[in-house]
């Protein structure tokens, strides 16, 4: 079993920033590729970020050059910087590990941006 704790929501002007983190415990040796998911009110929930045990990043378009996913294997934690904020970055945004045969999710942390 993995537990996913994140942390750093709040509510944020557009042009602002924030930095959420998702710490992990238990059985996290088996945690290979992280991410970040987000789902708004009415819709599906989507991928945001992803990054490989290797360090390797993918990013949803809308999102690219404003947010930067990471991760320190040492403490088992993942990270989102997200910077320019938009009103449309609003949703709830969840924490992902990919343990091969099961993935992991966190509770997730809200993400108002006002406009």
């Known amino acids: 079993q993995v537990q996913l704790l994140e942390s750093g929501g709040g509510l944020v002007q557009a042009g602002g920033s924030l930095r959420l983190s998702c710490a992990a415990s238990?059985?996290?040796?088996?945690?290979?590729?992280m991410g970040w998911y987000r789902q708004a009110p009415g819709k599906e929930r989507e991928l945001v970020a992803a990054i490989t045990s290797g360090g390797s990043t993918n990013y949803t378009d809308s999102v690219k050059g404003r947010f930067t996913i990471s991760r320190d294997n040492a403490k088992n934690t993942l990270y989102l910087q997200m910077n320019s904020l938009k009103p449309e970055d609003t949703a709830v945004y969840y924490c992902?590990?990919?343990?091969?045969?099961?993935?992991?999710w966190g509770q997730g942390t809200q993400v108002t941006v006002s406009s």
């Open positions: 238990g059985d996290t040796i088996c945690i290979s590729a």
């Open positions: 992902n590990a990919d343990c091969g045969w099961q993935d992991y």
